[in-house]
């Protein structure tokens, strides 16, 4: 079975601008969260998808955005880049019930200049 | 206030130097208790799940033990391939089914 698959792997915007991060969650998973993850904070969740709808949302301002489409198939937007975003953005499924053991995508690695 | 606290943050290992990290959570009301590993410019890798206190998993030279205030993962005659950051995570009845993670332990094991 394919794992969590996130494109593009590598991301580099200026101050600013918006940019649109994608996650193919494993096959019959419907469930996908985003996580950021820097050195001084470690991970920390921004959102969770189910069914298209957003089940759970972090602590993130409103820059930050999701949605999830029919195939489970989930993006990400963040606008108004800020240098603070740089980061690795992490996308994790699980098949829904929320007991479900999550699994990781390799993360998009994204730098604001 | 952390949630969930890992230490040591850095454990430096010879190979085959058995040790142990911890992980303790002051959440209430724990639904799930997770560790993952993480290599360099890579995403977790998933590697337990502990649901309650007294329960042990065990995978290769790793082993997951958890009690009601933390967990510890042993390593046995760790490797160089081994060598990782190492983190865990909770979910509680507070966190909506999503992950609260550690700041994570970043193992070096030398030959």
């Known amino acids: 079975k394919a794992g969590v698959t996130q494109t593009p792997r590598y991301l580099i915007k200026t101050r600013g601008q918006q940019v649109t991060l994608s996650c193919s969650p494993i096959?019959?998973?419907?469930?996908v969260s985003w996580y950021q993850q820097t050195p001084g904070q470690g991970l920390q969740f921004l959102f969770e998808y189910f069914s298209e709808t957003q089940r759970n949302k972090g602590n993130f301002p409103g820059r930050f955005s999701g949605r999830q489409f029919s195939n489970s198939r989930s993006e990400m937007n963040v606008s108004t880049l800020e240098l603070g975003d740089s980061a690795l953005y992490l996308c994790a499924s699980r098949s829904g019930l929320s007991t479900d053991t999550q699994y990781f995508g390799p993360g998009t690695r994204l730098t604001v200049l | 206030e952390d949630q969930v606290t890992q230490s040591p943050e850095a454990l430096r290992l010879q190979e085959g130097e058995s040790s142990s990290l911890n992980c303790s959570y002051t959440v209430s009301g724990l639904r799930g208790l997770f560790w993952y590993r993480q290599d360099p410019g890579k995403g977790p890798e998933f590697l337990f799940t502990?649901?309650?206190a007294g329960e042990e998993k065990e995978k290769e030279r790793l082993k997951a033990t958890l009690t009601k205030k933390e967990s510890f993962l042993h390593i046995t005659a760790p490797k160089p391939e081994d060598s990782a950051t190492y983190l865990c995570?909770?979910?509680?009845?507070?966190?909506?089914?999503?992950?609260?993670f550690g700041k994570g332990t970043k193992l070096s094991v030398k030959p």
């Open positions: 995570a909770v979910q509680y009845g507070g966190s909506q089914g999503n992950l609260i």
């Open positions: 096959s019959g998973h419907r469930s």
């Open positions: 502990l649901y309650s």
